[in-house]
């Protein structure tokens, strides 16, 4: 087996109500609602879902929100675009942790 993922796999995931058939009608029916248009857009939710597929490092998302945003005619750069508004609000949260890190450091110096 030469990828941990296949995605093929992905096909498969509206079973995921298989083996707890309330809660995933209930997760089917919030997902469906918070990802269609409301205030935001369609385009813009599906932007929102690539940059958070690729920050949570989800395999089957990216494949599908990458395929949904071709299938909206978003263009190669706004997607990358996104994808890097994501990666630098991931910094920018590691980077507000490190406060911890200064506080326990300038405890220690006292």
């Known amino acids: ?22 809660q995933g009608e209930a997760f ?10 409301g205030k935001l857009t369609e385009r813009e939710k599906t932007l ?19 395929n949904k945003c071709l299938s909206l005619g978003i263009s190669n750069d706004e997607m990358m675009e996104a994808v890097h508004t994501g990666a630098a609000m991931v910094a920018g949260v590691v980077l ?3 406060m ?10 006292m």
């Open 1 to 22: 087996m030469s990828n941990y993922y296949d995605s093929k796999d992905l096909v498969d995931f509206p079973n995921i109500t298989e083996f707890a058939k309330e």
């Open 96 to 98: 507000a942790h490190s």
């Open 48 to 66: 929102i879902a690539l940059a958070v597929a690729a920050t949570q490092k989800c395999p089957y998302c990216i494949d599908a929100y990458t």
């Open 28 to 37: 089917f029916q919030y997902y469906g609602s918070a990802t269609s248009a």
């Open 100 to 109: 911890q890190m200064r506080k326990i450091i300038k405890q220690k110096e």
